[in-house]
């Protein structure tokens, strides 16, 4: 079964510094790969998706993730962070064979001004 | 706006108790996913329609059910409820195999 990692639980950034959020994956075949944001109260916003092609994928509000087969990770960028970027990011996969996606316990991105 | 919808916003009820809760997709969307976050279990798969059949099951749970209608809107049937069962319950739907747009989520608190 498809399943996913964010190894960290929160991540704390100075707005204007560049913001990582790591995210690891594990699915038999090729990956559909997304991330999703979560503001307060709120549902989950798509940033971005990997089906195929290029492995830089660039997404909604200045958000990039990174494919990288070998080491089954796609974690999410942004040069410049800013404050309204706190929020929870999650991670998911969903393999080709179902519909399902396979989310990660998301990250808490904390953006200090 | 994700142009999906979920009604109620809220639910307080108490255990034992059965509640439905509503979900209208994307305008054209023919596939329903029904989540659940919780604290402790996080963002969860419960079950996946398309165009009215029930085509993907993950973690739930017998006293839970759901169902899509002609029409295309869906229904979670959450029954004999547990305290557990307290959580934010997402509704989904997308048009391919392709990004799921998600709604705002409805809140059910047992008590």
């Known amino acids: 079964a498809q399943s996913v990692a964010q190894p960290e639980d929160q991540v704390n950034v100075a707005e204007g510094n560049p913001l990582t959020v790591k995210c690891t994956y594990s699915v038999s075949g090729n990956p559909y790969l997304f991330w999703y944001v979560q503001y307060p109260n709120r549902g989950l916003q798509f940033l971005l998706k990997?089906?195929?092609?290029?492995?830089l994928v660039k997404g909604s509000y200045g958000f990039e993730a990174e494919f990288n087969k070998s080491q089954t990770s796609f974690h999410l960028k942004k040069p410049s962070a800013l404050v309204s970027d706190s929020a929870l990011y999650f991670c998911?996969?969903?393999?080709?064979?179902?519909?399902?996606?396979?989310f990660g316990k998301g990250n808490q991105v904390v953006v200090i001004p | 706006d994700s142009g999906v919808t979920q009604t109620p916003k809220h639910l307080i009820t108490a255990t034992g108790q059965r509640v439905t809760l509503r979900c209208s997709p994307r305008s054209g969307d023919l596939s329903v996913y029904w989540y659940q976050q919780s604290l402790d279990q996080g963002l969860q798969f419960l079950i996946q329609y398309y165009n009215g059949e029930e085509r993907a099951k993950g973690n739930i749970l017998e006293r839970f059910s759901a169902q899509q209608f002609p029409d295309l809107h869906s229904e979670l049937n959450l029954s004999s409820l547990e305290l557990g069962d307290s959580a934010l319950y997402f509704c989904?739907?997308?048009?391919?195999?392709?990004?799921?747009?998600f709604g705002p989520g409805t809140r059910l608190t047992v008590l």
């Open positions: 990997y089906i195929t092609g290029d492995n």
């Open positions: 998911a996969v969903r393999d080709r064979g179902n519909n399902r996606l396979a």
């Open positions: 989904a739907s997308s048009a391919s195999n392709d990004e799921q747009f």
